[in-house]
């Protein structure tokens, strides 16, 4: 069996383009982790936040033979240079909370600030003088912690889904216990605010870019590899 990268996401709908076909595998870890393998490669998402990529990072390794540990998905832009689509490849990822400082096996110079929740407009500002942040998750951090515990090679692959003006409402009271992103719930607090749906319609347009262009980033990458 060859060694395998492993690209841990947030959401199943970052990588679904991605892992169409691809074989699903099982985790007994908890519940809410989705797990995919073809060839070389393994994807795996589990939610939101530090605790559950942490245990998509688990699920992942619990397949055996994973080289290296690399932090996908969707990405917020702290750079006023940046816009939806953009493809990013941090050499540097910082965690907010701690002041702990990662650095990616290769990287374009940029650097990914993570925090804990979503960033407004004005943190992302805030992240871009601080740390001279590029681009803004909530996982990657913890990826590229347990990259080195694991002594594994880490990276990161992240694309833009919203600009850093881009004034978004407060999500975080709309995330399940494992993490997933209650869809209905947030449509239904949207109803009755119309001056919030401009900015979500732009955030949801700006995300379907933002996936596809990963996507097929990941997917150049994999074949790189020359996985079966």
Same mark, same amino acid.
């Given at each position: ?5 492993? $690209? ?27 797990? $995919? ?93 601080? $740390? ?56 239904? $607090? ?39």
């Amino acid at each position: 069996m060859s060694a395998r990268t492993a $690209y841990i996401a947030a959401l199943p709908r970052e990588i679904a383009p991605l892992v169409k076909g691809w074989r699903v595998e099982e985790s007994l870890l908890a519940k809410g982790i989705f797990l $995919y393998r073809q060839g070389s490669g393994i994807v795996a998402s589990a939610g939101i936040g530090q605790r559950r990529v942490a245990l998509a990072v688990e699920a992942a390794l619990a397949l055996g033979d994973v080289s290296q540990l690399t932090s996908v998905g969707v990405a917020g832009a702290c750079d006023p240079a940046l816009a939806p689509g953009a493809v990013l490849r941090p050499s540097t990822v910082v965690d907010s909370l701690t002041g702990e400082r990662f650095q990616a096996i290769r990287g374009d110079g940029s650097t990914l600030a993570t925090i804990a929740v979503v960033a407004d407009s004005a943190e992302k500002s805030r992240l871009f003088a601080g $740390y001279n942040a590029q681009l803004v998750d909530m996982e990657a951090a913890q990826v590229a912690r347990m990259a080195l515990q694991q002594g594994l090679p880490f990276s990161a692959l992240k694309s833009i889904s919203d600009a850093v003006d881009l004034a978004l409402p407060d999500t975080m009271r709309f995330l399940s216990a494992t993490g997933q992103f209650k869809e209905n719930a947030f449509a239904l $607090y949207l109803l009755p605010r119309p001056h919030l749906w401009r900015p979500v319609l732009k955030l949801a347009r700006g995300s379907k870019l933002a996936i596809a262009t990963l996507c097929e980033e990941i997917r150049r990458e994999i074949s790189g590899e020359d996985l079966s």
